[in-house]
């Protein structure tokens, strides 16, 4: 079945690079997504990777993906306090369009 | 709207009674999903309507919880028998269409606790 799996926590210095990690199961997902959700917040749409990309750039993140190890992730360059949240990556099912999140990963960015 | 409306955003009530959950998606979405987060936790899947289709029930958790979407716009989803464990977030969440590329836009949740 379907399923997608994060590491649960992650810290870093405010100032380091963050890298949070992502496998999946369905290879046939066209995009794969990355969603930020803040405290008290609903869930944004951070960015998003088109399958036959292995890598998207935008201002201080960065997704790879490795579609052979079915590993997708997300780069935060010079980490701010403001990053500190949940994020969680996502894939859709091909069939139903049915969103499969991942259990998300909570960044704590320290000062 | 402007955004996925959800009602109420706090609701606390006594185990054994019964709870609706509303949700207003994005004028004109197709797709309409329920989640739940309990504190700490990642998202759990319960529900997903998708247009005149047949809702994809299969994350309910038990036969004391249902949803229903009226005229493929505003979606109800209801505990009965509320029990202590069911107290978390309830985030609902739209999409245009049926389709891979399109985002989800989430409310910002219902906060349901079961005293």
């Known amino acids: 079945g379907e399923d997608v799996e994060q590491s649960l926590f992650l810290s870093v210095r405010e100032g380091d690079s963050s890298v949070i990690n992502c496998t999946y199961t369905d290879s046939s997902s066209t995009y794969l997504y990355w969603y930020k959700q803040e405290p008290g917040a609903g869930l944004q749409l951070l960015t998003y990777?088109?399958?036959?990309?292995d890598m998207k750039q935008d201002q201080r993140l960065t997704v790879l993906l490795n579609k052979k190890d079915k590993h997708l992730s997300l780069r935060i360059a010079d980490t701010q306090t403001g990053d500190s949240a949940i994020y969680f990556c996502?894939?859709?099912?091909?069939?139903?369009?049915?969103?499969?999140f991942g259990t998300g990963t909570r960044l704590k960015v320290l000062a | 709207g402007a955004g996925v409306s959800q009602s109420p955003s706090n609701k606390v009530t006594e185990k054994g009674k019964d709870v609706e959950l509303r949700c207003d998606p994005i004028s004109g979405h197709t797709a309409l999903y329920w989640y739940r987060q309990s504190l700490g936790q990642g998202l759990e899947f319960l529900i997903y309507f998708q247009g005149n289709s047949a809702p994809d029930k299969s994350g309910l958790p038990s036969d004391r919880f249902s949803a229903e979407r009226t005229g493929g716009s505003v979606s109800t989803l209801t505990i009965q028998r509320t029990q202590q464990e069911d107290s978390a977030v309830y985030l609902c969440?739209?999409?245009?269409?049926?389709?891979?590329?399109?985002?989800?836009?989430f409310g910002q949740g219902t906060r349901l606790t079961v005293v």
């Open positions: 996502a894939e859709k099912d091909r069939r139903t369009y049915k969103y499969i």
């Open positions: 990777i088109f399958s036959n990309m």
């Open positions: 969440a739209s999409s245009s269409e049926a389709s891979e590329r399109t985002e989800a836009f």
